[in-house]
């Protein structure tokens, strides 16, 4: 193939298969990302939320900060149903979500900071020390903790140098850390629950 | 025959209606909220001020996949009580739908027009049925409300609250462009009439319906203006179906002569439609 024969017309098409391409790939990400996504809060196990949830938008609709997506491009269990991901956008624990969904997949909970340290579970906090500014030495952060609605119980500071520890068992998994957090690979992640990491009821 | 234009015009505020909840109506959410959001959902699922409204597909869909409750039933009471006496009247006045149906028929016309040839495939409408189960059967066996993926309402729901919240409306957007082309080159309210899940359930739920369009043969003047009128592509003096019709009233305030009129049978003319 002579290189005349690079027209406008194929210049265009080529623009255009690598624009597919990467659409497509950009779809494989996604597939592979949602294993890393939280359920707003109140969600049922998976599997039974799956079940329950209709699809209907309702709770990204009256999300306050936006924080809950719905992607299509998923495999059909997940496809088009109600994901968090903290490190884009957190959950601000205004339980806005649990009051509309009319399916019971997000139970219905009441705008009590006790009651929801009680009863919400979105994920569990995994604290990287090697990327934590405080544990490594670049700096003196302690952002997670400011942050944090539980702060000095899910997350505390101690030592004299203030390091943040969490504490899994009182996080309720919202992810303003994760979205707080300055360190471009976030230090602190807020990891989906799975069976074995799943809160003793 | 000016009643034409405004039904459109009525129909399709009743179709945006069926979204007014979306998050575009920012309104909405300005009133009073009684403690939890005023308003939210599309057709699919509404919730006005503790109201909660359920598609009836979205109850069948639960029911398939989940244990029973008594408040999916009660939300979908009020849609399959409308549906029992007003027939399919859904497709044509709440379903956002509806609106891509217009677009489409008018493409046909324009590229009539063009002489672009385009296909009008009559697939039998009981396909739907066929639809329907096979939906229901893989909500049962894979545990996911999978119907809520192929259902206009609730796509096109979806992807309007992803267009306002986020700019873009995603593969559902791209599923709806799809049944357009099909509906405009291939089958004429072909999704509608011949494969929409909802649509099937409408279409059992509407056969005691009373309100109907009656003929008066003898004044028909065989002009063949309901014919192009009719969105679900139906001839209503000479073939047409009960089931699949969305009691949009075009036909009658089309027609010219009054050879057809919707009426409630066992009472008075419901609306007799353009006097001359
Ligand atoms: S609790 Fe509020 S902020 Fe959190 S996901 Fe639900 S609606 Fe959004
Ligand atoms: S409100 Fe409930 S049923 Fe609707 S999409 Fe959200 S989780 Fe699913
Ligand atoms: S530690 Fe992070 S995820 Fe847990 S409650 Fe606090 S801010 Fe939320
Ligand atoms: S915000 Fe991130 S870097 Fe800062 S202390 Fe917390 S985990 Fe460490
Ligand atoms: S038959 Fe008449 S009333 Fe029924 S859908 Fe067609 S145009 Fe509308």
Redesign the interface.
């Given at each position: 193939m002579k290189w005349g024969k690079w027209d406008r017309r194929r210049v265009l098409s080529a623009v255009l298969g690598l624009f597919s391409f990467s659409a497509l790939t950009a779809g494989l990400r996604v597939r592979r990302a949602s294993a890393e996504w939280l359920r707003p809060p109140g969600a049922l196990p998976p599997?039974?939320f799956?079940?329950?949830?209709?699809?209907?938008?309702?709770c990204?609709?009256?999300c306050p900060p936006?924080c809950i997506?719905?992607?299509?491009?998923l495999p059909?269990?997940e496809?088009?149903t109600p994901f968090v991901v903290p490190a884009d956008r957190a959950c601000t624990l205004c339980m806005?979500c649990t009051?509309?969904c009319?399916?019971?997949a997000l139970g219905r909970i009441e705008r009590q900071p006790d009651l929801i340290a009680l009863v919400v579970k979105m994920g569990h906090p995994e604290l990287s020390k090697d990327r934590c500014l405080a544990w490594n030495g670049k700096g003196n952060c302690h952002l997670c903790h400011d942050v944090c609605p539980y702060r000095n119980q899910a997350v505390t500071l101690s030592g004299d140098r203030p390091r943040p520890e969490f504490h899994p068992s009182l996080c309720v998994g919202c992810g303003l850390c994760e979205e707080a957090c300055p360190v471009d690979d976030q230090a602190i992640r807020i990891r989906p629950l799975s069976e074995k990491t799943k809160a003793p009821s | 025959m000016l009643l034409v234009p405004l039904l459109h015009l009525i129909q399709n505020v009743a179709d945006s209606a069926g979204v007014t909840t979306s998050p575009w109506t920012g309104w909405v959410r300005g009133l009073p909220s009684l403690g939890r959001p005023a308003a939210s959902g599309a057709p699919w699922s509404v919730g006005l001020y503790g109201l909660e409204l359920l598609d009836p597909l979205a109850t069948l869909g639960l029911l398939a996949a989940r244990s029973f409750s008594w408040s999916w039933l009660l939300g979908a009471v009020p849609a399959v009580v409308l549906v029992v006496f007003l027939g399919r009247y859904f497709c044509g006045w709440i379903c956002p739908y509806a609106l891509v149906v217009g677009a489409s028929n008018a493409a046909r016309s324009l590229l009539a027009k063009l002489g672009v040839r385009t296909y009008d495939l009559k697939v039998p409408p009981a396909t739907a049925y066929g639809v329907l189960l096979i939906l229901l059967l893989a909500t049962a066996v894979t545990g996911q409300q999978v119907a809520s993926l192929f259902y206009p309402p609730a796509v096109i729901g979806r992807a309007l609250g992803k267009v306002i919240l986020f700019g873009s409306a995603g593969a559902g957007a791209v599923f709806i462009g799809a049944l357009f082309l099909f509906d405009t080159f291939v089958s004429r309210a072909g999704f509608c009439r011949s494969f929409c899940p909802g649509g099937a359930v409408f279409r059992l739920l509407s056969i005691p319906s009373p309100v109907k369009v009656v003929r008066h043969a003898p004044a028909c003047t065989n002009c063949g203006a309901c014919d192009v009128v009719c969105n679900f592509a139906q001839s209503p003096m000479t073939d047409r179906l009960d089931q699949d019709c969305e009691r949009c009233g075009k036909c009658v305030a089309v027609c010219p002569t009054d050879a057809l009129g919707l009426v409630l049978i066992g009472g008075g003319k419901k609306s007799p439609g353009a006097r001359t």
């Open positions: 599997g039974d799956e079940a329950a949830c209709i699809r209907c938008f309702r990204a609709e009256v936006q997506r719905f992607d299509a491009w059909p269990a496809a088009d806005a009051e509309v009319p399916t019971g | -």
